[in-house]
């Protein structure tokens, strides 16, 4: 009961400083908070990655395996995208089965890398029809300080980056770096008063959860959206969100080629 | 992990057909066309509210029931309503029978669906009480979130559940490089993008952005177009909307 209250006068000084076109933590509207990217983080995955966003922490972990392939394409490996919003993150995270955020969390994410074609599929055919690669993406959120959906797409694009085809431990050859063509990068925005700010934190989410999410591809392109909240958003304000995402996706691509 | 992210948008590129031919689609219609679409309101007897609605080969029926108590108890909201809705499959309603229950698909179109009907109902004018969607497609071909809107609309006035506009909602695919409207099976399958919309419509116009969702690829600049697209589609189909609506009304007016 306590917290309620608390975030109820949060909420109102949020908005406050918003009016003048301020925010609670001193960024610009369209600041993202620092980020910090480490990969490799455990090596028993084929690929991982650590992104700290302000204090949101997020650990994405690849696992890679041969399977079957899906009969409507024999010749192409597979993804699998899944979060787990586990308790130690968050007070209001509880223990079970995946719930509606966090399979709308990794269907985000998987459709960021998958329709950007991030990962070229067709090499990761073993033998056609019997035997292709699986990429396990798993989000595993650690903090959550506001945006984990950010940060998570953040993570995985890195953790692929990072990736190496175990093909070894499974008697297929050579091991060989997973071949990653694209960068999608994910922008959330959250919307309020008419005004919007870009990467909110877990204070700021207290003044509603408005959100919408833009991921880009390394050429500008949107290759996915999500408008997510209880929310009516108007025309011009989603046309003014997808310029400044397409913006700000810029800034954060050039942290990537850093891996 | 018992559920996974079933790889539904992958096809074998050697299968595509033609999807464009002399500036036509595969079923005949222009670009900016919409499928036939036929709706009739009132359709359950035990809903408080209902439709059946056809869009192409989309067959999807909504039932709204409430505002009635909430059970389980514990979601109940003393300030106001709680909604709920419940897009579902049925398992025969796609080419290989689907599974059935709700998987990871059905539950983020349950939740972006209710979210988009949230900000409309009035629902401080019901305290503790609880305001069902339930939307099940019977036969599905591509658009069914937006078929499912459709009818969840004229099934919600249906009940007289008060809300400050009416949703309408269409997709707009790219496919073979333009864009189309209300894309069918094999353009959503081929396509390149799919974006589906729904709009809040307030006194006959548009008024701003209930649902919005994308997969595939777009520039900034199609993605303009593709929702300038979307909102001539939707105004045609809250015409129907408003005509189903209306016909419903003057049949009881004759008993």
Redesign the interface.
Known sequence: MGEEILMDIKKDYILSKLKDGERIDGRKLDEIRPIDIQTDIIPKAEGSALVKLGNTQVIVGVKMQPGEPFPDAPDRGIIITNAELVPLASPTFEPGPPDESSIELARIVDRGIRESEAVDLSKLCIEEGEKVWIIFIDIHALDDDGNLMDASALAAISALLNTTVPAENFSIGDNFPLPVRDLPVAITSLLADGRYIIDPSRDEMSIGHKLLTITTDKNDNIVAMQKSGSYILKEEKFYELIDVSVRKARELRELLKNI | ?????I?D????KEDKPQLIVDGKRLDGRGFEELRPIKMEAGILKRADGSCYLEMGRNKVVAAVYGPREVHPRHLQDPSKAVIRYRYNMAPFSVEERKRPGPD??S??I???S??AY???IMKELFPRSGIDIFVEVLQADAGTRTACLNAATVALVDAGIPMKGLISSVAVAKVEGVLVLDPMKEEDNFGE?D?PFAF?IRNGK???????????????EE??KA?EMAKKGAMQIYELQRETIMKKYSKEDVD
């Open positions: 992990m018992a559920e996974v992210e790889n948008k992958v096809v074998r990871r698909r539950v983020e349950s939740k972006v209710r979210e949230e900000p409309i993008a974006v809040v548009i008024e701003s952005i209930a649902l919005l969702q994308m997969d595939g690829r777009m520039s900034v993605m303009k929702t």
